[in-house]
């Protein structure tokens, strides 16, 4: 799980122009670090096409910190292997 966070750590932080030490967990994407709602679909979509995931739209809004996103694409992530199975 620890490389499920570093590589979307590395997502978040290429698409805000960020370095990735300033993703903090609880860093908030728009208020601490300048993210707009484009950034937010370019992060959702980046999200779903490197892990051949599908995120619902109405998770976007909850894209708000490392945290937040983690959950959902581990949330996505977990829905996906069930299908599989």
Do not use: V, W
């Amino acid at each position: 799980m620890q490389e499920l966070e570093s590589e979307i750590k590395n997502i978040i932080a290429e698409i805000l122009e960020k370095d990735p030490e300033e993703i903090k967990p609880e860093s908030r994407f728009i208020e601490d670090l300048g993210m707009d709602s484009m950034m937010a679909l370019e992060i959702l979509a980046a999200m779903e096409k490197k892990y051949k995931i599908a995120i619902p739209e109405e998770k976007l809004a909850a894209l708000t910190n490392l945290n937040a996103t983690l959950a959902i694409a581990r949330e996505c992530l977990a829905k996906k292997q069930n299908a599989h199975t």
